[in-house]
């Protein structure tokens, strides 16, 4: 029985280092023509990668895909993956749904930009309202785009500089958000790149669930907005407790500070996104990835009396460039697919089959865990689960950075690759599309079981 220190997460370190070679190896000699092209045709990239997290993925070399549809990829060597990553979320209604494979199309014949709007635009109005609320929208590429802008708008509305952000918050690369508490002040991350900007002059850091230590940032009377996703994502999730939302809200008015809903990840939550199913209140609300099925496209929409301020205090400004928007945002190709994806392919039916099939994964993930008496538990947001490799709930960004274990987590995403099961890279977040079969979620879940197997024996 290996002694307490020796294990982690619940595993002997001895056998973990062991089925990680296994696995590193197993992959590597399944993929001899990904590692011959990669060899000959990766040069010309830094570091070998068009993108850098690229290399984040914790299996030996990146795989190549060729082809992609429903919930299925096929890599370079032929071999088949049940997709539970989907583009992190980016492709959260699978690979080329076909109303938007058939929205591209057509478009693609009549021009991909020119800086002017169609008819499309219009209709994607309407539907953006009737999906997420009565909001002032506006278009963005990225969601990090859109939160940049939607801070500016917060700025300029409270005439206040800085905005009250999460430990371990996830806001895309906005570097606003770029900080965290350390012991008990706010600091810019560690191991960003180039900063020389004094992060503590634009941004404060408070406790996720921690309603005291929002408070105590807003009565510096300093805090044009809170910036926040409704659950906190892209590390260990971590649930609201219940009246945290509702608290958030009230102080945020209190203190004349914008509250900012960023759904980009909790798009999974339902129809309308976690702030429409759990009836939240934000006077800005954002989401990206998924909202034009996999066309880079995100949204971001003001309240309709925040919409009047703003655009009182726009027409007054002097004239210069706004530090908003980009040529190619809100092009014809972004509008025919947030039509065809909003009408559609975020359909109440798609999400009501998305939660069905999320909570089979959970359950059956969690039997499994309970089955190996591992010290872990599984989260579940609407179509969107993770296991965590430790005990839960947990309550903030502090349990969460703890809770994250990449030794373990490493070797568990390749020996799931292995098993014919990719899950997403940075965390172990899961999601069920429309496309996803309940087979593919048995086989998750039965190869789940083989790698618990192997490293709780």
């Known amino acids: ?214 408070e105590s940032q807003l009565a510096t009377g300093d805090i044009a907005a809170i910036l926040t996703e409704p659950v906190m994502t892209n590390s260990c999730m971590v649930l609201p407790e219940p009246g945290f939302h509702e608290g958030l809200r009230k102080l945020a008015t209190r203190y004349g500070a914008l509250l900012i809903i960023d759904e980009t990840h909790t798009i999974s939550s339902g129809l309308g996104g976690y702030t429409r199913v759990h009836g939240l209140d934000p006077d800005i609300f954002v989401v990206g990835k998924c909202v034009a099925g996999g066309v880079p496209t995100a949204v971001w929409g003001l309240r309709p009396k925040i919409a009047e301020v703003y655009l009182s205090y726009y027409r007054q400004r002097p004239a210069g460039h706004s530090g908003m928007g980009t040529t190619l945002s809100a092009n014809p190709m972004q509008f025919s697919c947030l039509v065809a994806t909003l009408a559609e392919v975020m359909t109440a039916k798609n999400y009501a089959r998305m939660e069905k099939g999320a909570e089979r994964l959970a359950s059956g993930l ?50 799931l690759v292995n098993r014919g099961c990719l899950i997403a890279p940075f965390h172990n977040m899961m999601l069920i599309s429309p496309s996803t079969k309940k087979t593919q979620i048995d086989r998750l879940i039965a190869a789940f079981d083989e790698v618990l197997t192997e490293l709780f024996a």
């Not at 309550?395 to 809770?403: F, L, P, Q, R, T």
């Open 366 to 415: 969690a039997r499994v865990i309970s089955a190996h008496k591992a010290p872990w538990h599984v989260v579940r947001v609407g179509a969107r689960v993770e296991f965590i490799c430790a005990p839960g709930p947990l309550k903030n960004g502090v349990e969460a950075a703890k809770a994250h274990v990449s030794e373990v987590e490493a070797v568990l995403h390749t020996a």
């Open 1 to 214: 029985m290996p002694r307490k220190t020796d294990l982690i997460a619940g595993i002997s370190r001895s056998r973990l280092e062991l089925a990680a070679k296994h696995e590193r190896d197993r992959y590597s000699a399944a993929r001899p023509r990904t590692l011959e092209v990669l060899a000959k045709g990766a040069t010309d990239y830094l570091d070998a990668v068009p993108m850098h997290w690229m290399k984040d993925w914790p299996m030996p070399f990146p795989i190549l895909v060729e082809k992609a549809k429903g919930a299925r990829l096929t890599d370079l060597d032929g071999l088949e993956l049940d997709d539970f990553c989907l583009g992190d979320t980016g492709s959260m209604f699978g690979h080329s749904p076909a109303p938007v494979a058939k929205a591209i199309r057509k478009q693609a014949k009549n021009g991909l930009t020119y800086m002017l709007p169609t008819t499309a635009a219009l209709e994607a109005g309407h539907l953006l309202t009737e999906r997420f609320g009565s909001f002032a929208w506006q278009i963005a590429t990225t969601a990090t785009d859109a939160n940049r802008f939607a801070l500016r708008v917060a700025r300029a509305v409270t005439g206040k500089p800085k905005v009250l952000v999460f430990d371990g918050c996830y806001h895309g690369t906005v570097d606003d958000a770029m900080v965290e508490c350390r012991g008990g002040n706010t600091v810019a991350r560690s191991g960003l790149v180039g900063q020389v900007e004094d992060l503590t002059l634009v941004a404060a850091c408070a406790q996720f669930n921690d309603l005291a230590s929002v």
